[in-house]
């Protein structure tokens, strides 16, 4: 009957949606590292409001920031090598883009914050 045959099928597609999502959810942890990374950039920006107000810069910015560095830095089938072209990638655009709006008094203690908040 054709009802059945439509419940072998809509079993099919969920287990193959169950499948996709398990791969998914694996590779959508494998990027945690960068995401915590990029938290520590987002929040060592807005202690920069602590030094001069003017310095605030809104999230929007930032992640649009974090989206061009997606597609502009090196790509890698190498879960490992991907993940540290893209903090290289977006520290280096983070740094860029925060210093042309900084005081040059303030560069060097930009550059001090980074640092710190970035070891491991």
């Known amino acids: 009957?054709?009802?059945?045959?439509?419940?072998?099928?809509?079993?099919?597609?969920q287990v193959i949606s169950s499948a996709t999502e398990q791969e998914i959810d694996t590779a959508r942890s494998g990027y945690k590292p960068v995401a915590e990374y990029s938290s520590i950039l987002?929040?060592?920006?807005?202690?920069?409001?602590n030094i001069e107000p003017m310095y605030?810069?809104?999230?929007?910015?930032?992640?649009?920031?974090?989206?061009?560095?997606?597609?502009?830095?090196?790509?890698?089938d190498n879960l490992v090598t991907?993940?540290?072209c893209l903090n290289d990638h977006f520290l280096k655009n983070v740094y860029r883009?925060?210093?042309?709006?900084?005081?040059?008094?303030?560069?060097?203690l930009f550059s001090v914050m980074l640092t710190i908040s970035t070891r491991p």
């Not at 987002?42 to 409001?49: K, P, T, W």
């Not at 883009?97 to 060097?108: A, I, P």
């Open 82 to 84: 991907r993940l540290g």
């Open 42 to 49: 987002f929040f060592c920006l807005s202690d920069l409001a």
């Open 97 to 108: 883009n925060v210093c042309r709006s900084l005081f040059e008094k303030d560069k060097l």
């Open 56 to 76: 605030q810069y809104s999230l929007t910015w930032f992640i649009n920031l974090f989206i061009m560095s997606i597609e502009q830095s090196e790509k890698s």
């Open 1 to 13: 009957s054709s009802s059945k045959i439509l419940s072998e099928e809509i079993t099919e597609k």
